[in-house]
């Protein structure tokens, strides 16, 4: 059974940090790219950043660079998202995805 499971959202203020997790299971993970998208209230799901099986090759929403970094662990079977320098349009649910997979998502919430 295919699970992606987030964890690490939360309240933040405007200028702060969180880091996001997901745990894997269920399919060959080392294998798999590993992105993570967001949706913020009434928008669209966007994307936010993508890491090869490798780890070696990362990519970037331009609303994201500088700010946010994605990381893997293969052995751990782990995607993390560490996000720096939060803004309040950062705000939105948090979805994990890899394999054509999905996570129930975590809530992050930047307020002034």
């Known amino acids: 059974q295919v699970q992606l499971v987030e964890s690490g959202g939360g309240l933040v203020q405007p200028g702060g940090s969180l880091r996001l997790s997901c745990a894997a299971s269920g399919f060959p993970f080392s294998i798999v790219d590993m992105s993570w998208y967001r949706r913020a209230p009434g928008k669209e799901r966007e994307w936010v950043a993508t890491?090869?099986?490798?780890?070696?090759?990362?990519n970037y929403a331009d609303s994201v660079k500088g700010r946010f970094t994605i990381a893997r662990d293969n052995t751990k079977r782990m995607v993390w998202l560490q996000m720096n320098n939060l803004e309040p349009e950062d705000t939105a649910v948090y979805y994990c995805?890899?394999?054509?997979?999905w996570g129930q998502g975590t809530q992050v919430t930047v307020y002034s």
């Open positions: 995805n890899g394999a054509a997979f």
């Open positions: 890491i090869t099986n490798s780890g070696r090759t990362t």
